[in-house]
């Protein structure tokens, strides 16, 4: 007897039947079958949801990167009994110690003139608030398009 006479005949029920559903081969196969609610995603579409998340994702990190600096250099000042605050330059001369001085090197090869107009101020600024500021505009950059108002969103 075929698989389709036996569930008709009531021996396998709708479980046997549904093995013979023609979806079931989709669903072997690892494939799932498509879904009218949801619209198909256009590549573009995926590729700029994905640099928004990894956005805000790098966004969230140096956010609390910048928080977790604001902590530290709040506990020092405390210890110290007087202000204290962690420079960019400071920072970089811990994480990289060899690269710091080469990369002044190697910006003032390019342009002397963009060290002591750009670069130099920037190193001097407290790193928790670079940290917030960047986490901050990594964070409204991720944010997802907004829907015009006035407009239906229905047909």
């Not at 013979?20 to 700029?48: F, K, S």
């Not at 928004?52 to 966004?59: E, K, M, V, Y």
């Not at 928790?128 to 229905?154: H, K, M, T, V, Y």
Request: net charge positive; with cysteine; glycine share 10%.
């Amino acid at each position: 007897m075929e698989p389709s006479q036996r569930a008709m005949a009531g021996f396998g029920g709708p479980a046997l039947a549904a093995r013979d559903h023609p979806a079931t081969e989709t669903l072997r196969r690892g494939m799932r079958p498509p879904n009218p609610a949801w619209p198909a995603l256009e590549p573009a579409c995926v590729q700029a949801a994905m640099l928004r998340f990894l956005s805000r994702l790098l966004g969230y990190v140096v956010l609390a990167a910048g928080f977790v600096g604001l902590v530290y250099d709040g506990a020092r000042s405390i210890a110290n009994n007087g202000a204290r605050v962690t420079s960019l330059s400071d920072l970089l001369m811990t994480l990289f110690k060899e690269r710091a001085s080469a990369f002044q090197g190697s910006v003032e090869s390019v342009a002397p003139w963009l060290w002591q107009a750009l670069v130099l101020p920037l190193t001097l600024a407290p790193a928790c608030l670079l940290g917030l500021a960047l986490g901050a505009f990594l964070l409204w950059l991720g944010q997802p398009a907004r829907e015009p108002i006035g407009f239906l969103s229905r047909p």
